[in-house]
């Protein structure tokens, strides 16, 4: 049986693995916690009830996002993603605070940490699970141009820092028999994965935003319109945007006034056509005009 490609790996799949990995890690992580009663256990442990929330929600919008453009969207629903990364962010911030104040009060009271083997080999198997997917969704996100698998990949990457900080910590604990260091630990953690959070929050808001295309896209496009620009033909007024996983593109072509509609349509056609394979999931708008009209907008223009 031949292994699925990245195509395969839709985002709804790979988020529904997600969800499975997660329930997994958060009963792996519990067990070490509970057997080892490490603060630094329990925020990561608290951290997988954030990946099993976001990846859950994460699916819920994803699927939204998949529908057809209808009367009330007739833009699509792609932009739903951008609410999954910014309640992911979200999540992973209050679990952050809520793991800063749990290892507070341990810094005040250090307690000793117990059954360290079990504990550590119990929160390096679940890390290895979320490394794994993690991996995959970066690889599938690339190919699907998801955010919100993009966005869930990138807070599996962080349970597996902090997881490998957890470790030392109480690798440390076990050597130094500083107890202060599991609470100190736990708490660096908890300031990565909030600085995650709030970059996931923004990066969100970007989206929601119209954010400019990315500057590879870009180029792409600039260099497509190269192919067919000439003295008779010539392009300008570019603007692009960004939803989910599509593309836009909008820009005025100039054409000698003597061409018949037929034939300046027919180029335009090409144009569209050109984009749109250069560029997988753009959609592109081409406005025509006569080479001796010139179009005033408000808003700034690319020249090409």
Known sequence: MSLPTLKSLTPQRLLKASVAVAVIT??????????????GLLSDAMESFVNLAS????????????????????????????????????LIIGAAVAIIWAAAHRLMEPRPVQQLGWGLVLSVVSSAFNGVLAWVMFRS?????????????????????????VVVGIGGVALTGWLWLD?????????NILWEGVHLVWRSSQGLMDEAVEPDVLAAIHKTLEEFQHPTIRFDHLSTRRSGQRRFVDLHMHMPPAWSLGRAA??????????????????ATIQLLPSDVEAHLDDACDPL
């Open 55 to 90: 990846a859950m929600f994460g699916l819920a919008m994803v699927t939204i996002a998949q529908r057809p453009a209808d009367e009330d969207h007739p833009y699509g629903h792609h932009k739903a993603e951008y609410f999954s990364s910014g309640f992911e962010g979200a």
């Open 266 to 283: 027919a180029v335009r056609t090409s144009v569209e056509q050109a984009l749109m394979s250069a560029v997988p999931g753009l959609r």
């Open 183 to 191: 609470a100190a630990v736990a708490i660096g953690v908890a300031l």
């Open 141 to 165: 996100a690339r190919e699907h141009r998801s955010i919100a698998l993009q966005a869930d990949a990138k807070h599996l990457v962080t349970d597996v820092w902090t997881s490998v900080g």
């Open 26 to 39: 958060i009963v792996l992580k519990t067990g070490a916690w509970y057997i080892t009663d490490s603060v």
